[in-house]
């Protein structure tokens, strides 16, 4: 089947392609990727929070996860902490690779570009797009908050996998395949969602949401801003399905537009971090997202820590260390989607070896104020149960009695 569009800019009919992205634009190989997970050594617990329940669980080999359920209310779930900005104007492509599994009764396997609410067994308010299969039911699905909008095999207006469909492939949901999506958002707007098969993208369904009435009244997916999802469930039935890869890409490159924030402690007596003991990791500022906030994207430009003497001192950042001690209380930065805490009122202490070290870096006694950016693929996310990660800037001077003033600037990606 060939959709017909009309391109307003050149008052040309031309005949949609996978070789044009989203927004009818011919797709090149200039694309900016935002994200992208392997799993060459393990399961990248860095990157995906995995969450089981019953007897449902996982287990990594040669760069697979496999998902696995056996009984009734077992399930499976792998989900990054992160969520992946969408840039209006722009065609986002969502490329994912692993097996559906086999289709046995009383089993449900989802792959896509989606977020659930916070509450095991995390079935709830499901919001964004994949693939699923139902007791060997396919269906392609857009979720708004829990309401899903299911096109089965039967139902696909492009191409159904199955022989004589346009492209010929007869598709095995038990193999592995190559998973796309690309979407125009902007509220609305249309999916189109396909595999990679010897190269070539197949396009098997499209939904269109624009100029239709009945799907205007609101956006068709609540955010489009999501993480990489693989998900089994049991009501009754034993399976397994397969997680491999997975990327997100901006086509047509990608500007960091957004709001610089920045927190710092003032200047005057009593505003400082009080380094007390040489050498003491101090927790001075902390970032987190709001929990109403968790599809913001951050991020961190730079930071800074003056000292009031000249010792020297060492600055680190850290991705979820663990704190003892003092007083360390999140609260709302105004028009933000960030939580910010700091340790002016007694900083906490950063346990040594915990979390994971982002960046670090030295001021020398004749400098006596230090400053570095924090580059990386690590950012700002939250587990599948609401916990959300923390990046907090930490201090240790190398004399006692030490007073230091520090602060973090961050982009928050519009």
Not at 245 to 265: A, D, F, K, T, Y
């Amino acid at each position: 089947m060939v959709n017909t569009n009309f391109n307003v800019r050149t008052g040309v009919v031309y005949s949609d392609s996978p070789n044009l992205d989203a927004f009818g634009r011919l797709r090149t190989s200039e694309v900016f990727t935002m994200f992208d997970a392997k799993q060459l050594y393990d399961d990248a617990p860095l990157f995906f929070d995995t969450e089981t329940g019953g007897a449902g669980a996982t287990a990594w080999e040669d760069s697979v996860t496999t998902l696995s359920v056996a009984g009734n209310g077992d399930y499976a779930v792998r989900q990054t902490f992160q969520r992946f900005d969408y840039q209006n104007g722009k065609s986002q492509l969502i490329l994912m690779t692993g097996a559906l599994g086999d289709s046995p009764a009383g089993v449900v396997s989802r792959i896509g570009y989606f977020n659930s609410d916070s509450v095991a067994p995390y079935n709830t308010g499901l919001d964004g797009l994949w693939i699923e299969n139902d007791e060997g039911t396919v269906s392609l699905c857009i979720g708004r908050g829990g309401t899903i909008t299911r096109i089965t095999q039967d139902e696909w207006n492009v191409d159904r996998g199955r022989s004589g469909s346009p492209f010929g492939a007869t598709l095995d949901w038990s193999k592995d395949q190559i998973f796309f999506w690309d979407f125009e958002w902007l509220g609305v707007g249309r999916v189109r969602a396909g595999v990679v098969v010897e190269g070539s993208f197949v396009v098997l369904h499209e939904f269109r949401h624009a100029n239709r009435l009945a799907n205007n009244l609101q956006p068709y997916m609540i955010s489009p801003n999501h993480s990489l999802r693989y998900e089994i469930r049991s009501t009754g039935g034993v399976g397994s399905m397969r997680h491999i890869c997975g990327s997100v890409q901006s086509e047509g490159g990608r500007n960091p537009n957004g709001v610089i924030r920045s927190h710092n402690l003032g200047i005057d007596t009593g505003d400082e971090i009080e380094a007390d003991s040489k050498g003491v990791r101090y927790a001075c500022i902390g970032l987190r997202l709001k929990p109403t906030h968790f599809d913001t994207s951050i991020d961190i430009l730079d930071i800074s820590v003056l000292a009031e003497s000249t010792s020297g001192m060492l600055w680190e950042v850290y991705l979820n260390p663990t704190l003892t001690g003092g007083t360390f209380t999140y609260t709302d930065k105004p028009n933000s989607g960030v939580q910010v805490a700091d340790g002016s009122s007694g900083a906490p202490v950063i346990t040594p070896g915990s979390g994971v070290l982002l960046n670090s870096g030295y001021a020398s006694r004749q400098e006596s104020q230090a400053s570095g950016q924090v580059a990386t693929a690590l950012r700002l996310g939250a587990a599948l149960d609401g916990t959300p990660d923390e990046i907090v800037l930490g201090v240790a001077c190398n004399q006692n009695a030490e007073d230091v003033f520090p602060s973090i600037t961050w982009r928050e990606l519009i």
